[in-house]
């Protein structure tokens, strides 16, 4: 009984130190595809964290048009490897057809989550204002931009209430439910 305390133990750090550093190279994806401050010291730590692993890539994963290939590629196969070693811990070999869909569906929850964090923050540093320059709050307003756009022109605010923020939520949130939570039942069946 004592062995399964350790296992558990093993697979949260796991999923913690694997999901940290993929959610690290997503930001990296993803600030690449809004053209985000590169300057901005946020997005230099991503640069630095994630170029170890990422230059190797690059000589021979090329990108594809504007989408940094070699990123997502990292992604899945960091996806892969984290859900491999859980469910060696388990003493279980997961069927690569489930493998690749669970990775996938992982990553698609990933990044609606990582939307849902940032359009939170958001709102919560409009409830609390305070002005100046937050390196944070411009790379959120980057890379929420192309999100917001299409629901700002479409959707007129109530006063002073941008209700697209909160649309935007729901649409994630919805996605979330019709999108990943198929793909994750689909890889189960698989597996």
Same mark, same amino acid.
């Given at each position: 009984?004592?062995?399964?305390?350790?296992?558990?133990?093993?697979?949260?750090?796991?999923?913690?130190?694997?999901?940290?550093?993929?959610?690290?190279?997503?930001?990296?994806?993803?600030?690449?595809?809004?053209?985000?401050?590169?300057?901005?010291?946020?997005?230099?730590?991503?640069?630095?964290?994630?170029? #170890?692993? %990422? @230059? $190797?890539? =690059?000589?021979?994963? !090329?990108? *594809?048009?504007?989408? /940094?290939? +070699?990123?997502? &590629?990292?992604?899945?196969?960091?996806?892969?490897?984290?859900?491999?070693?859980?469910?060696?811990?388990?003493?279980?070999?997961?069927?690569?057809?489930?493998?690749?869909?669970?990775?996938?569906?992982?990553?698609?929850?990933?990044?609606?989550?990582?939307?849902?964090?940032?359009?939170?923050?958001?709102?919560?540093?409009?409830?609390?204002?305070?002005?100046?320059?937050?390196?944070?709050?411009?790379?959120?307003?980057?890379?929420?931009? #192309?999100? %917001? @756009? $299409?629901? =700002?022109?479409?959707? !007129?605010? *109530?006063?002073?209430? /941008?209700? +697209?923020?909160? &649309?935007?939520?729901?649409?994630?949130?919805?996605?979330?439910?019709?999108?990943?939570?198929?793909?994750?039942?689909?890889?189960?069946?698989?597996?």
């Amino acid at each position: 009984m004592g062995g399964s305390y350790l296992v558990d133990a093993l697979q949260f750090l796991i999923q913690t130190f694997f999901g940290l550093y993929i959610a690290v190279v997503m930001a990296r994806f993803l600030l690449a595809q809004v053209r985000a401050d590169f300057n901005n010291p946020l997005s230099q730590f991503v640069v630095k964290a994630t170029q #170890p692993l %990422l @230059r $190797p890539m =690059r000589r021979v994963i !090329p990108p *594809i048009g504007r989408i /940094d290939s +070699s990123s997502l &590629v990292l992604m899945l196969l960091l996806q892969v490897a984290e859900l491999v070693i859980l469910y060696l811990l388990r003493g279980q070999l997961p069927g690569i057809p489930g493998l690749l869909l669970a990775s996938v569906g992982e990553l698609v929850n990933l990044a609606l989550n990582f939307y849902l964090v940032l359009l939170l923050i958001m709102v919560v540093s409009s409830w609390i204002g305070g002005g100046g320059y937050s390196p944070v709050l411009m790379l959120v307003d980057q890379l929420c931009g #192309p999100l %917001l @756009r $299409p629901l =700002r022109k479409n959707i !007129p605010p *109530i006063g002073l209430l /941008d209700i +697209s923020v909160l &649309v935007a939520f729901l649409i994630l949130q919805l996605a979330k439910i019709l999108l990943v939570a198929p793909l994750m039942d689909a890889a189960h069946l698989l597996m």
